[in-house]
C-alpha cells in the first residue's frame, strides 16, 4: 500500500537505551501471570497525538516510548484482500477519501446495523493510494493532517516502521464474509511473512476457529471484550455473560483484552468503585489481562486528579495485583510508569531541587487555601505550602487566593452579595472584597469554591468536595505548617500599596508580627515572601532576613542585563510563568527563552507557575501528561521550583528511580524537545508566529516606595443576624443582582482567541465535491474565532466524552456538521514522501 519512506535505522544511543529499558523493567517482580513487566501496546501508534495508524503515529513510538513497545494495527480488508491498518470500519472517519470519491457512498448493514459510509471493500489497493489518513478524534489537534501519510497495510507496517512486536485486531470478520473476503484466509497468509505477536478479536467464533492453526506458535490469541451489554454477533451472547465462562475461553485463547473500567469501574458521579476480581480470576485460569481504553486526554475519574500516569499505576502497581499489558493512545505514559516510577518508596522525602511549592494549597484536589487543600498538599509531599494573604475590613489577614470573594468564595449566594463595588486600584471588573467583611462574617456565612481554571472545556475539580474545607487565618496557617515535613512556606503579598493607603494598614508590619508571633524564628522552616510589587519586597528586605521571590506575571521572553541587576538588589528567586520559558503559539511550543539560565548566571533561583494535571493546560508538545511538562521544565529548562495545584504529581516526579541516570537516561524520560512538533507541520498547517514582546526592563521592575499606613477607623462588625457590612472607602457601589450576572456573561463573550484549546478551524466556502480542501487551521476570522470559542464552552465536554471514542462511529458528516472551517478549496499536498521527523533523520 504505502510508499517507502526514509527515516533510517536507530542509532547507537537509542540501542544502548534498549538495554537500560530491559533492565529496568525485568529487574523488579511483578504481579502478572508471567512475572514479567507489563506489555505496553501503542494502539494505532501514537495516536493521542498523530493520526490513528499513520506512519508518524507508528514512527514516533520508538522516538518516546519503550523500545519494547508493541505496535496495534485494527485490519481492514480491501477488496482484492489486502489488510490495511485503520482505527474505523468507516474509512470516512479516518481518512480523507470522501473528498476523492464522493459519488461512492454505500449503505451496509455492519453487525445487524444500518451504517452508511465509505468501506475498505468496496476499493483495491490501487484506489486508496492517493487517500491519507486523518485525525479522528476532533478534541484532538488535526493540525497534522496534511502531511502527507498514505494508508498502511500490515506489510508496510512491517518493512517501513519495524515493530519490535505486533499486534492485529481483527473484527467485523462476519461482515468481510459478506462480501466474499476471507479475514481467515487473511490472517493465515499475512502471518507467514510477517511476525504477529498478538491476535485479537472480539468475535469468538473466528478467534475459536482459527485458533488450531496458530498452536505450538509464538502468537498470543487474545479474546477481545467489549462493553458488557453488548453482543457477540459469533455467538449472540452479550460480553457480560461471556465474562462468566474464562474457563471455556482458555481452551483456545492465552488472554483477554476489556475495557479498563471492567477492572476499576466508576459511579455516575466519576469516582472509583473497589476494583473488581477479574484480574485475579483471569490469570488463575491461566489468562493474561490486557486493560484497553487508555488516553491521556479522555477525563477519567475524579480519584486520579486528571493525571493519566496516577491511572496508569493504578492498573500495574497497586499492590494487589498488576495486568499484564495496557493499550493505550499514549504510549509514553506506561513506559514511565513501568520503567521509573513502579514499585517506588513513597514514603521518601528529598526537599532538594525542584522544590515543590503548592499553588493555594492542593487546588486541584480541594476549595483554595482552605484546611483541606494545605492538609492535602502536606500529606502530598509539598515542600513549601503557600498562603496569599488578604486582609478582612477587621484587620484579620486571611489565607484567600483573591482578594475578591467572587472569585473563591460562595458570597453571590450570601447575604452579602449587595456588597458589589468597583475599586479601580484592584481590579477593572466589579467585586465583593475581604476587606468589605469581617473575618467573623467571612467564616460564618461563607463556603469557600474550588477552582475551576478548565471549566470552559467541561473539565471540573473534585465536584463532591467543590465547597469543602474550612477558611485559615494567616495565624493558623503558620501554626498548621510547624512540625509538617516541610521546608517552608511561602505568603504572597499584593496590594500593599493601597492597603496602606486606602484603608490604612501596613501588611508587610503584620505579615512579620504573625510570623514572629508564630515562633517561626525558632524553627528550620524556611519564610519566603512572594509578591509583583518590588517595592514590597524591599521592604521585607529591610527588614527581615526571608527568601524573598519576585513575580512576573506578564509573558516575558528576554530580560535587559540592568533588569536582572536590579531583580537582584531585592530577591532570591524569579516566578515566571510556563510561557516565559517554553513559549507556544496555539499551543505548539516554538522554542526555550533562556531566561533559566540568564537568572541563573545573576545567582538567582527560577521558580515556574502554574503546573496543573488538566491536559488542556498544556501544549500538544507534553502528550496530554502533566508528569512530561514537569519533566521539561526541570531537565530541559533546569528550573529550580515548580508551583502546582497538584503538588502530589510533582512529588512522584522527584522519587521516579530515572532522575539520577545522566546520559544513561531512557529515551521516553529525556526532555521533549521546544518546538519539536511544529517542525513535523506543512506549512500551510503551521501556527502563526508569535509577536515580539520587549523584554523585561528596568522600569518594568522598579516600583515607588510603599507608603506609609495610617491607621483609619473600621466600622463595628454586625451582630446578631447577619447584614451587610460598610462599603470600602475608596468603593462605588454597584446593584449585585444586575453585575454579578452581566460580570459574568460579559467576562466569557470577551474571552480572547487564544482561550480556545487550539486555533479554530473553518471553511469560509464549501469543500469541492472533488477536491479535498487544504485546511489553514490557524487563519481564523476573528468574527468567527469569537462564536467558535463561545460554541467551544458549550459544547467542549461533549466533545472530549463522546467525540473521543463515538466519533469513530459517527460519519463524518454528523461530525463535521459541528465544525465550521475557514479555507480555500484546493488541491492536497503531494503525498510522495513522509513526513519524517527531523530527530530520526540525526539519529540514523
Not at 161 to 167: V, Y
Not at 319 to 336: A, E, I, L
Request: glycine share 6%.
Amino acid at each position: 500500500m504505502g510508499r517507502s519512506s526514509s527515516g533510517g535505522g536507530i542509532s547507537s544511543f537509542f540501542v544502548a537505551c534498549l538495554l537500560l529499558q530491559l533492565g529496568l523493567t525485568t529487574a523488579q517482580k511483578w504481579l502478572t501471570l508471567s512475572g514479567n513487566a507489563p506489555a505496553i501496546i501503542a494502539k494505532g501508534g501514537f495516536s493521542g497525538l498523530f493520526a490513528d495508524s499513520s506512519y508518524n503515529a507508528y514512527r514516533s513510538v520508538s522516538l518516546f516510548s519503550s523500545s519494547d513497545t508493541t505496535l496495534w494495527c485494527d485490519v481492514r480488508l480491501t477488496k482484492d484482500g489486502v489488510g490495511i491498518c485503520l482505527p474505523d470500519i468507516n474509512l470516512n472517519n479516518c481518512t480523507d477519501i470522501q473528498y476523492y470519491y464522493p459519488q461512492r457512498k454505500k449503505s451496509y448493514m455492519v453487525n445487524g446495523v444500518p451504517t452508511s459510509g465509505w468501506f475498505s471493500v468496496d476499493y483495491d489497493k490501487n484506489e486508496l493510494a492517493q487517500v491519507i489518513v486523518t485525525q479522528a478524534i476532533y478534541s484532538r489537534t488535526n493540525a497534522f493532517d496534511s502531511s502527507s501519510s498514505p494508508i498502511l497495510s500490515v506489510d508496510d507496517v512491517k518493512t517501513q516502521i519495524k515493530p519490535g512486536a505486533l499486534w492485529l485486531n481483527i473484527q467485523h470478520d462476519i461482515f468481510y464474509r459478506q462480501h466474499n473476503l476471507s479475514m481467515r484466509n487473511y490472517v493465515l497468509s499475512v502471518s507467514k511473512r510477517v511476525i504477529v505477536n498478538y491476535l485479537s478479536s472480539p468475535e469468538l467464533a473466528f478467534l475459536s476457529g482459527i485458533a488450531p492453526r496458530f498452536k505450538n506458535t509464538k502468537t498470543k490469541l487474545i479474546f477481545r471484550f467489549l462493553g458488557k451489554d453488548t453482543t457477540d454477533p459469533s455467538t449472540n451472547q452479550t460480553y457480560g455473560l461471556l465474562l462468566n465462562n474464562l474457563t471455556f475461553i482458555k481452551t483456545f485463547a492465552s488472554g483477554i483484552l476489556v475495557p479498563k473500567n471492567y477492572i476499576w469501574p466508576t459511579k455516575s458521579d466519576n469516582y472509583l468503585l473497589p476494583y473488581t476480581s477479574i484480574v485475579t480470576d483471569a490469570q488463575k485460569a491461566g489468562l493474561e489481562v490486557y486493560a484497553a481504553d487508555f488516553a491521556n486526554d479522555y477525563p477519567f475519574s475524579y480519584n486520579y486528579s486528571y493525571d493519566p500516569l496516577a491511572e496508569c499505576l493504578s492498573f500495574i502497581d497497586n499492590g494487589f495485583f498488576s495486568v499484564d499489558g495496557v493499550v493505550t493512545d499514549f504510549p509514553v505514559t506506561p513506559s514511565v510508569a513501568i520503567g521509573c516510577f513502579s514499585q517506588l518508596n513513597k514514603s521518601s522525602i528529598d526537599h532538594g531541587k525542584p522544590l515543590i511549592i503548592s499553588h493555594n494549597g492542593a487546588s486541584g484536589d480541594y476549595a483554595d487555601c482552605t484546611d483541606l487543600a494545605y492538609q492535602k498538599a502536606v500529606d502530598d509531599g509539598a515542600d513549601v505550602i503557600d498562603c496569599p494573604v488578604q486582609v478582612t475590613r477587621d484587620g484579620s489577614l486571611i489565607c484567600m487566593s483573591s482578594i475578591d470573594l467572587i472569585e473563591d468564595t460562595t458570597v453571590t449566594n450570601s447575604p452579602f452579595r449587595s456588597q458589589i463595588s468597583v475599586v479601580p486600584q484592584i481590579k477593572k471588573t466589579a467585586g465583593i472584597f475581604t476587606f468589605n467583611l469581617t473575618l467573623d462574617e467571612i467564616q460564618k456565612n461563607l463556603k469557600p469554591t474550588i477552582s475551576q481554571p478548565e471549566s470552559l472545556y467541561g473539565l471540573v475539580r473534585n465536584p463532591l468536595y467543590k465547597n469543602s474545607g474550612s477558611f485559615m487565618r494567616l495565624s493558623d496557617f503558620l501554626s498548621f505548617a510547624k512540625g509538617k515535613p516541610l521546608s517552608g512556606v511561602l505568603i504572597s503579598v499584593e496590594n500593599a500599596a493601597f492597603m496602606a493607603e486606602q484603608l490604612g494598614f501596613s501588611v508587610v508590619d503584620s505579615v512579620i508580627s504573625a510570623v514572629n508571633n508564630a515562633g517561626y524564628n525558632k524553627t528550620a522552616l524556611e519564610v519566603m515572601i512572594q509578591s509583583t510589587d518590588s517595592s514590597v519586597l524591599v521592604k521585607f528586605k529591610q527588614l527581615t532576613k526571608y527568601k524573598l521571590v519576585y513575580k512576573i506575571e506578564q509573558h516575558i521572553r528576554d530580560a535587559v542585563a540592568s533588569s536582572v541587576e536590579d531583580i537582584k538588589t531585592f530577591a532570591n528567586a524569579v516566578a515566571l510563568d510556563k510561557e516565559s520559558i517554553y513559549p507556544a503559539t496555539h499551543l505548539f511550543t516554538t522554542d526555550e527563552t533562556g531566561l533559566v539560565s540568564m537568572f541563573h548566571d545573576a545567582g538567582i533561583d527560577v521558580y515556574v507557575y502554574v503546573f496543573q494535571n488538566e491536559f488542556v493546560s498544556q501544549p500538544w508538545d507534553f502528550f496530554s501528561d502533566a508528569t512530561v511538562e514537569i519533566n521539561a521544565h526541570v531537565l530541559g529548562a533546569r528550573v529550580d521550583g515548580i508551583i502546582t495545584d497538584f503538588p502530589e504529581t510533582a512529588r512522584r516526579y522527584k522519587r521516579n528511580s530515572c532522575r539520577n541516570l545522566g546520559n544513561s537516561m531512557p529515551n521516553y524520560m529525556q526532555a521533549v524537545p521546544a518546538g519539536g512538533l511544529i517542525s513535523l507541520m506543512t506549512s500551510d498547517s503551521l501556527p502563526p508566529a508569535l509577536a515580539p514582546i520587549p523584554p523585561l526592563d528596568v522600569s518594568d521592575v522598579v516600583e515607588p516606595p510603599l507608603p506609609s499606613a495610617t491607621p483609619k477607623a473600621v466600622a463595628p462588625a454586625s451582630r446578631g443576624t447577619v447584614s451587610p457590612s460598610a462599603k470600602p472607602s475608596s468603593g462605588q457601589r454597584s446593584p449585585a443582582s444586575i453585575l454579578v450576572p452581566l460580570m459574568m456573561i460579559c467576562g466569557f463573550l470577551l474571552l480572547p482567541p487564544h482561550d480556545c484549546r487550539e486555533g479554530a478551524p473553518y471553511l469560509s466556502s464549501k469543500p469541492s465535491s472533488t477536491q479535498p480542501p487544504v485546511i489553514s487551521f490557524f487563519k481564523v476570522q476573528e468574527e468567527a474565532q469569537h462564536h467558535w470559542c463561545i460554541d467551544q464552552a458549550k459544547s467542549k465536554l461533549a466533545k472530549i466524552q463522546n467525540w473521543h471514542y463515538n466519533s469513530r462511529k459517527a460519519t463524518s458528516t454528523e461530525i463535521r456538521s459541528r465544525v465550521s472551517r475557514i479555507g480555500s478549496p484546493s488541491p492536497k499536498t503531494t503525498k510522495s514522501s513522509y513526513i519524517t521527523p527531523p530527530w530520526l533523520h540525526l539519529a540514523s
